[in-house]
């Protein structure tokens, strides 16, 4: 299943190469400042990470996210990286949740992994989703596992669900997105 990302958001990535073709363009004016040693510094070292987060977020328009269940596992090809398949023996669980953060009811697709599967990049969306929801869904300091948003991504929640339930084998738990209603609720409940 690809997983693009909103209409809405797609904006961001345009902006992203915006704002990195204006830096490219302030270079001159400040290594022939008056601080140029300095500014120049500065400005390959804030360049370098207005590259990254540029190349992550163009990325995902041109590589979109990509979610495949097989019979090995889950396929996971982030729009960055190498394609990375988590085996099933590392997913402890997957569900459809509604998280209330902020006032804000979102609804998201949570794939837990068991304890020390190291499947992806820390700092992928998904991973980074997880980390930062993961008090929201009940879940230990450590734990580790995906979190795709249904407002960052085009996706249907119980279609993703669905899919993953065909090829996951019976020993890992894959809840019913119905009936998703509270904080965490409908997620995988973690020991």
Known sequence: MTLRLRGKLQWVPVAAVVVLVAWVLAIPPVVSGAYGAIGGTLMVIAGLLLAFFTATFVGYLVRP?????????????LPSWPTRTVPWTAVAGVAAAEVTEG????????VDFEPGAGALPRFCRPRSMYRRLAPSLGRGERAQGLCIEAQVFDVDPAGLVALIREHAPSGVPVGDPSGTAGAGRGAVPRE
Do not use: M, N, S
């Open 65 to 77: 996210l990509r979610l495949t269940p097989d019979a090995d596992g889950l396929v996971v090809r």
């Open 103 to 110: 006032g804000r009811t979102g609804t998201h697709v949570v």
